[in-house]
């Protein structure tokens, strides 16, 4: 039995409730110390970028300077970037931390991302063939996708996906699948939608690939290893932390139909249900910008993210009192669990109907709210 | 117009062509040079005028003036104008409109700025009370058109009133500095002696310039200025007979601006009169009437049109687009209306259906409305 089934239409109404009210307060919270919590980790980050560019060229420092431009990228994409773009930070008015005017430095354009991310990840979550984020078009995640022959090399184009993470997110708006596999797409409207993203890229490759490595003068090789390396980093990095937040194995996918006549406390459910915690100290949580936080994030996707931590005991009480599960363990435990999947599912086989996450007919006269897409 | 000062020198040296350079740029992409320079400075910036509280005092008691120290892309004003402070406020920036007081001349390069703090002025209340010498705070180029002529009129007359006061004075002291030798009258209303900003300089000014006369008129009784009450045609005709063959340049609170516009109206001498406004007269709002939804295109969001201006409605859907004055005034809120009509909240005038930019806190949607935000 589903979760879905055992809660009544009051429970999910109160669940909603509950949500908001931790929401509306940590919203009328905002305020100076949010204001310096993301200055700093910006000064941070520029810091380490300017360190890391400066060591790539100096070669005994040469490890230093990729670890440093590693964890810069890292910052930038993940606490400040993914954090500030979702609009966390837009009570502030600093046009230097909008949601509507930053970019970060990773090749895939804030606005393509605000699209595929804040609208159709954290609207339709783990909902096959809405979420684009289940398998990217390239995996299967989900015993409710059809199996196809491609996905036999579920693991080794899982490791793939890891290691060109920025140039696959590049061009997820792009759905390749539908051009390449099912052929719903003409080679004339993916040029079209190609062009806004080449312009991106061909700026970061530049930077990292030619004018940095240039001003290196003979060093030049050095320091355009170092960008691979500090690239590759980031992107490991990144897409470990975003399969372990959706794809341990507990964690649900949904079928299209559970979003028909969705409310406001089933949308909070299923949030619950699609993500996953992983446990670790402060350094784990501002280099995973806090999507170890998952849950929460996936909840409040609009509240600064350094704030998740304070509010999960609440959010784990609401869990505890509804029968809800809280998905969390530590780093290793739940990267081991997601590849656990990604390895099963290379081999055809569809859930039993009875386990599944069925969802009842919703009441038709509750009223479709609008979910919140960040 | 501004001497060159530790932060200003730094950029106004080569080492500022490289920085606003297309490598640099390149470099830096996509944050951009400046997200870079200010780790090392808060007010060095390639593009942006930031300046340094350099010293706050407090000429009167519900008063603060402001020294302000602007990095090089600050481009000096015209006596008279505006500029956009930004200041943060328990981690929010917010912005507001306010006329450098110094002369055009001022050999410092520093920008002297005067507000009043009024019961309901979060932001001017801030400024008195919570600002601290070495903040850094961020300008805009100085804007608006009021401002003295560049042939500099002979026969000047300055109306203001409270807090008004702060655009004539610039027009003052340049004018002063510039050894101007036509009459100038300054005429200021305020509510009591006390009120007065800047009125000791003023006192001194009249005394030592003879062309230079001082009318201070109080609305309360018996504070020893040369008038009492409020503004009229016979008070003017009896203080100013000659107003007639000046240039006036009048900023001060809507009722008494209104006043002395009905005068020059009425004397078909509406050319010869300038004016800043400070306050805008208040907003008609009726939100019985709405209709249609308010499309934010680029946050894809929607919202059943309340009949409030569109910023309202904006922040209302959880949005924050860049705003200011909110009364029409400094233009922080334009942004791009690609569909549908707006009426101008100040005028009822109704705008054109097409693409245009709009102020978005002084525009309320008749119909649906789709904005570029």
Redesign the interface.
Known sequence: MGIFQKLTPEQFEAIGTELDAIRNRVLAD???????YIRGL??RQ??LE?AGRVMLMIPPAWPLGVAALGASKILDNMEIGHNVMH?QY???????L?S?KF???TSDTARNWK?THN?EHHTYTNVLNRDHDVGYGLLRMSEDQAWEPRFLANLPLTVILHTFFQHFVAVQNLKLENYLVYKTKTGAQLREEFKPVWK?MR??L??DYV??PL?AGPLAPLVFVGNVAANLTRNVWACAVIFNGHFPEDVEQFPESVIENETRGQWYVRQLLGSANFSGGKLMHIMSGNLSFQIEHHLFP?LPAHRYQEISPEVQAICRKYGLPYNTGSFLRQTLSTWKRIARLSLPGRRKPATGAAVPANDAESPRELPL?A | MNTANNSNSFLKSGLRRVLSSRLAETLTTPHGVDRYLELFNPTWSVHEVRAEVVAVKHGTADSVTLTLRPNGNWQGFRAGQFLRLTVEINGVRRMRCYSPANSVHAADGLIELTAKAHATGFVSKHLKQGLQPGTVVTLSQADGVFALPDQRPDRVLLISGGSGITPVMSMLRTLLDEKHQGRITFLHYCNTALDMIYASELALIAAQHANVELIRCYAQPEQGGELQGFFSREQLRAAVPDYAEATAFLCGPPAMMAAVEKVWAEDGLGDRLHLERFTAAPLVIDGGSAEGEVRFARSERLAVNSGATLLDQAEAAGLRPESGCRMGICKACTCRKTHGVVRDARTGELSEAGEQDIQICVSVPVGTVTLDI
Not at chain 1, 90 to 96: C, L, S, V
């Open positions: 905002l305020g100076e110390r949010d204001a310096r910006v000064k520029r810091q300017v609009g837009d009570f502030m008015g600093d046009p230097a909008n509507q970019d970060w430095d699209h609208y991106k700026k970061q530049a930077k004018f940095f001003l609009d897409a």
